[in-house]
């Protein structure tokens, strides 16, 4: 679930982190700070096939069997080197050397690994071991598709005790626009029943990629239906905000020719819509 998260960032292969399996550092410099970023998803491998998807040599599937103690010693071993190394220092620069959050985004959907509640566990309770509990947040990069199984809920409930939070993509609110932008079937009816329970159990921003399909903008039709969906999963009054994106960096997929960006007046636009419906919007074209 990276899309919109590299766009913002910088991947830092740093040698000395070199042959992890599960954790990556991302190098923020509009965060001001290192992301700890966890890929559950290291055969990129994700249920959902976005055309604007950055992961290369995407293929459809779950998440592999996740190696809990090799993820638990890599991270264990970046986490030492942040809090109690010089890592930071070496590769940050100053003003941007602070870690800012620890990150399940991968190179595909990071809930589709069977592991994944034991795996906010061991993460939470290495937050604790570094002190990081109350100041650096858990987050889940997710589409959300597969809220309906008990054990992703129960994973997302336990995030959301510990203080986590969720990013939960929604780019379309018709079927046919969720069809071809992600690859999936998709009542609107369930993507905001999905959302708001999301919400119920964690707090969760949605996280919506805007952009040209063919040269045309989103249709009135388009975003109406995508308001829609937002206002009913917003019900309860629960949902965050919204994290709105354009593409700023080129699909890794093949439809990549017939996706091009939005310009910044109309992605502003969008936003001012989804104000209008009460929510938050933080705009990153
Ligand atoms: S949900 Fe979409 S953007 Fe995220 S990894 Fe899967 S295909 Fe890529």
Redesign the pocket.
Known sequence: ???SRVTLTVRNHDRDLGGMRYVYPVLSRRAGGVSVGINLNPNNA?N???V??Q?PN?VRGAAPEIDLALLESELDGFLHALVHGDYLQRHAPEGAREIRDIALSG???PTSAAAFPEVVERIHRLRLRYGLAERVPLRLIT?GSLLGRQRVRGGIRRMGEVGGEVWF?VDGGRSEDVLRI?GVRRTPERMARDLARCAELCATWVQTCMFRWDGESPSAEALTAYLDVLERANAAGRLRGVLLYGVARTSMQPEAPRVSPLPAAELEAIAGAIRKKGLTVTVSP
Do not use: A, I, Q
Request: hydrophobic letters at 25%; aromatic letters at 12%; one cysteine or more.
């Open positions: 679930m990276t899309s994700c959902w096939h976005c604007y998807c992961v995407l190179n595909g959907e589409n993509k992600n």
